[in-house]
């Protein structure tokens, strides 16, 4: 193995000079030979590469060494190469390896499209680690997302007697900041401030269309905004729709209370007809000035652009507030066709990438009906511009 190589993941794992014992520093050098080394791994791996073989015992036990001497960061890393470079995508359909995975969003996504081709008894272990992931995902993000659309729609509306669901914790800890407590390291409020919950009828609410691109290259994006649309599909306050599409259209809203299912729903790869998934969208929002229609896409269109545009136009004309995303998702601003985007953000549209965390307090702008490319530069958001298409 190179030794460079070996000397940078050494590392990661906590540096050079903190010595392993013997036989751990053993294993690590074979759990990183198997991948990156020269020559074959156990089972063969071809000249020139490592390899993991094909004995899912054995590769249960390299997921295992890697997961002792490396933090769940770098764990997921090797992991993405390992699918990348040695088929362990493939390997996934034995529910042996499933247990010794590191559960990410990008493991959900490889899990999902592999779904079809999945035993019985792999897809049941596969459903109880996507089950995990959606748990610790929902767990992240529902209270931030909760009071953020509570706080967008109610805004104004406060009281000092709210129910525990309807606190507003930054301003309740803001006025109360002369309680502090230093020996305890919080804060001990005296009095309480949260939204005023109202009786809204149906026809009041706002309504939210999630629409998905569900190509193999907006997986993770899928994965959030599945989470998201069954965050907001509990809340009394909107109406949301979850739809996403390929060249075909799946509308998932009925599936909401289960965001699992919703996964299990969704068919990751395939092209993209997104004029034809606006469509659908546009033929089920019945009051525009009241609806909020958030296409996530990278707009590499395989359908008429042309129409897209024209449609996206009509929409925004009636009243329809339309944001892009070009990713949902933690990695950064995407690859994503520039000459589209800059022709959707030409007609007033927001086009920028956005990151899970971040996404609440979108949705709060939107609902509000901010500026929404004002916010996006607020937290240092790039937002394509008219002029970006060239």
Known sequence: MNEE??????????????????????????????????????????????????????????????RQFFPTPVVQVVQRDAMDRLGLQQMLLEPELLGAVEADVNLVATLVSLRNVMPAKTKAIAREVIAKVVAALMERLEQKTAEAVRGAVDRGRRTGRPRFSDIDWPRTIQANLRHYQP??????????????????????????????????????????????????????TVKIKLVCFDTAILDLTE???????????????????INQAVGYCESRI?????????????????????????????????????????????????????????RVAALGVPVFACTPDQFPDLMAAALKREDVLAWAAKADIKAVRSSDQG
Request: glycine share 14%; aromatic share 4%.
């Open 183 to 236: 020996e305890h390291r919080s804060v001990v409020p005296e009095r309480l401030i949260g939204f005023m919950r109202r009786q809204r009828r149906l026809v009041d609410l706002d309504e939210v269309v999630l629409c998905v691109d569900q190509s193999g290259s907006m997986a993770p994006s899928v994965v959030y905004a599945s989470i998201f649309a069954a965050v907001m599909a509990s809340l009394p």
């Open 286 to 342: 019945e009051r525009p000035a009241k609806s909020h229609l958030i296409l996530i896409t990278d707009l590499y269109e395989g359908g008429d652009s042309e129409a897209l545009v024209a449609r996206l136009a009509r929409l925004v004309a009636s009243g329809v507030n339309v944001i892009t995303l070009l990713a949902l998702s933690d990695e950064g601003r995407p690859a994503y066709d520039p000459q589209l985007s800059g």
């Open 255 to 273: 599936d909401l209370a289960d965001p699992v299912e919703v996964l299990f729903g969704v068919q990751l790869g395939g092209g993209t007809d």
């Open 5 to 66: 190589r070996e000397r940078r993941w050494r590392l990661a794992v906590g540096g050079e000079d903190e010595a392993l014992p013997a036989g751990d520093d053993q294993r690590l050098s074979s759990a990183l030979t198997m991948l990156y080394g020269e020559g074959e791994g156990p089972g063969g791996g071809g000249k020139g590469r490592g390899g993991l073989g094909r004995s899912a015992p054995s590769v249960a036990r390299w997921l295992g060494d890697i």
